[in-house]
């Protein structure tokens, strides 16, 4: 009798660390969505889109707070300004450093990460901030476990919003420009697509997605710095993933999401911080194209 | 770049030297007199900044070695830096070794531990190896952090004022000199390094590293050697700020450090010795500036008084997205350029 209830404690704990990771899992995803889009179509891994998700998160948190507007027109406004500060940034920014060695290219996004973070101090200063709960808060029973609402809802959101980015680069016209763009620019300028439309195009959708995930994230822990430490995680999910594969982005990020969830609750000790970065030393280390990335051999 | 013209080396040890004209020792002696008189002239804040400058010198020198010279990014700097000066100020207040023994050690330490991080370089290249590092960073620091058995974890350990042949350094006018004559000495040591077959094997494997190996240069070992040789230097600049600061905490090794560095040796110049040594005073000289203006204007402006640590994010980052976009070989390249506008004038080339 005293043996089945430590196992159904046992099991309850199991089951309720599995869904906080799948739930944060889904929201790396999200997080590493934006990241694959630029990566894929630009070549450029971007370093400050932990701060886009902060940038996402503040607007929002703006727009219901200091403007009182509906949650519906604050996300739109708040999508509408990401999606401008993406274009600026693939202007201003990136544009002039097409065909710069790497390393500039990732000092460039570094420098842009440390502005766009002083911007929001200097803005909405640096105590967090809760957010207004326009997405339920409540816990639901789920295989006999209490479970909070805005986790659910946070990986149904990122499902659909993964599901359709699916959708768009497999079905749509400027979806598939986007991956003809990433497999050979030349290639692809030559049957007429415009490689600088595909460009502003990727980074415009990089912004939109960070809104999004922005916006869970914030919605779990309030808007504060915390956002940005949530998108450094990225970098192990996008490389376990493969740096330029969707499907893979979803599956490590739920692979991530349970490692951190069970280290934290099975092992502790904060060990859970550095867990996803154990296992980023080894994917580079045996498999650097990912799970599912395309596999470039070039030997020295 | 104009080369100067008139300039003629008649034998192979004129062909050698480091200093070539006399324009070149003329500023040379300039700089040693600017370096040695520096310490009598400046107020005890502008001291300490200068301090600051000499172990970012030392510290960013042995980055280049490394970003510029080798063309491999490294984002685990800050952490070999935190690796140096654990080691040294553990050895120093457990084992209670003596102050230089201790930083040799932590040198050694510094250069293993960072030749390990180099690994994936055997493999990884460009952004692959900036996650590497990237992790590297997130595990030391979690050692320093955690491990409190031999870190003391969270809490800062407190090493006392060195003494070194029976002299204590206490104040900041004696560690200059030391400070300055250990970065005085790496940039020299530097400025050789890439005289030699080595140093320009590094240059050989940046510029087109299969066609280095089909000179016959190893180049998995080039690149080991080259971190190596990077962390132990840095690693020698950690040991220095443990003594020099007396306190180690893990804050001051975080990734934003790693980011300090990489932005001094891009704002200096990439694969230039002398770039280093501008940047790394360029990069310590610019936020100790902004302090001290928001300081004087902030009775007038009380509102930029509060922001400083804002307004040093933005003024950080412009700076390095800037000179990235406008100057992208460095202030070592505006010295060249502002070089040639004085010799050539009246003309334009």
């Known amino acids: 009798m005293e043996q089945a209830e430590v196992g159904s404690a046992y099991v309850e704990t199991f089951i309720q660390l599995t869904i906080t990771g799948l739930a944060n899992g889904a929201i790396l995803s999200l997080a590493a969505l934006g990241f694959v889009i630029v990566f894929k179509a630009t070549g450029v891994i971007n370093f400050a889109q932990g701060y886009f ?35 600026a940034t693939e202007r201003f920014v990136l544009r002039p450093l097409v065909g710069e060695n790497v390393i500039s290219v990732i000092m460039v996004t ?35 476990v209490p479970v909070t609402l805005n986790r659910i809802w946070a990986v149904v959101i990122a499902g659909a919003v993964l599901a359709a980015l699916t959708l768009f680069f497999q079905r749509s016209r400027h979806g598939i420009a986007m991956r003809a763009v990433a497999d050979d620019q030349q290639a692809a300028m030559v049957v007429g697509i415009s490689v600088r439309k595909v460009f502003a195009l990727a980074w415009a ?32 999910v996008v490389i376990l ?10 599956i490590a990020g739920a692979i991530i999401g349970l490692l951190v969830s069970y280290t934290a609750g099975y092992v502790g000790g904060g060990l859970q911080q550095v867990i996803p970065y154990i296992v980023l030393v080894l994917i580079l280390l045996l498999r650097p194209y990912g799970l599912f990335g395309e596999v470039r051999i070039e030997r020295v | 770049m104009a080369t100067a013209t008139g300039v003629y080396h008649t034998s192979y040890e004129a062909d050698l030297a480091l200093r070539k004209t006399r324009a070149e020792w003329i500023r040379l002696g300039l700089i040693v007199l600017l370096v040695v008189s520096a310490p009598f002239l400046l107020n005890p804040f502008w001291l300490t900044v200068a301090n600051q400058i000499g172990i970012a010198i030392i510290g960013a020198v042995g980055l280049n070695i490394l970003v510029g010279h080798t063309g491999l990014i490294s984002l685990g700097h800050g952490a070999f830096l935190g690796v140096g000066a654990y080691t040294s100020a553990i050895l120093v207040t457990r084992l209670e070794a003596p102050t230089l023994v201790a930083i040799g050690v932590a040198v050694a330490v510094t250069t293993v531990i960072g030749t390990f991080f180099g690994l994936p370089s055997l493999r990884l290249k460009g952004l692959y190896l900036a996650m590497a590092t990237l992790a590297a960073q997130f595990i030391l620091l979690f050692a320093f952090r955690n491990w409190d058995f031999i870190t003391g974890g969270t809490d800062a350990i407190v090493v006392a004022s060195p003494e070194i042949f029976g002299f204590t ?31 320009r094997a590094f240059h050989a494997v940046r510029d087109q590293d299969i066609a280095a190996a089909v000179m016959g240069i190893h180049v998995g070992r080039q690149k080991l050697l080259a971190f190596a040789i990077s962390s132990g230097l840095v690693g020698l600049a950690g040991a ?17 450090v790693s ?7 891009i704002v200096g110049g990439l ?46 980052g412009l700076v390095i997205v800037l000179f990235l976009l406008f100057e992208p070989r460095g202030l070592d390249r505006t010295w060249q350029r502002v070089k040639d506008y004085f010799r050539l004038w009246p003309f334009r080339y």
């Open chain 2, 259 to 265: 980011v300090l560095y990489l932005a001094m040796i």
């Open chain 2, 240 to 256: 220095m700020t443990a003594h020099y600061r007396t306190i180690v905490t893990w804050e001051r090794f975080t990734l934003d």
């Open chain 2, 169 to 199: 350094l206490r104040t900041d006018f004696h560690w200059y000199w030391v400070i300055f004559g250990v970065a005085a000495l790496v940039v020299f040591a530097a400025r050789n390094l890439f005289r030699t077959g080595l140093g």
């Open chain 1, 53 to 87: 998700l902060l940038v996402g998160a503040y607007l929002v948190w703006a727009g219901m707070v200091q403007f009182n507007l509906p949650w519906f027109f604050a996300v739109i406004v708040a999508l509408v300004v990401a999606v401008l500060m993406g274009l």
């Open chain 1, 205 to 236: 959708l990089a912004a939109a997605s960070a809104v999004l995930a922005g916006i869970i994230v914030a919605n779990l822990f309030g808007a504060s710095g915390e956002v940005a430490v949530f998108g450094l995680l990225v970098f192990p």
């Open chain 1, 241 to 250: 993933g493969g740096l330029d594969s969707v499907p893979g982005v979803m």
């Open chain 1, 110 to 144: 570094i420098g842009l990460a440390f502005v766009l973070q002083g911007l929001v101090q200097f803005i909405w200063g640096t105590e967090p901030r809760p957010m207004p709960a326009f997405i339920p808060r409540g816990t639901v029973e789920l295989l006999g």
């Open chain 2, 271 to 316: 694969g230039s010795v002398a770039g280093a040594v501008y940047g790394a005073t360029f990069m310590t000289v610019l936020p100790a500036a902004i302090q001290q203006l928001a300081r004087n204007v902030r009775d007038t402006i009380p509102m930029l008084g509060r922001e400083i640590p804002a307004i040093q994010l933005i003024v950080f």
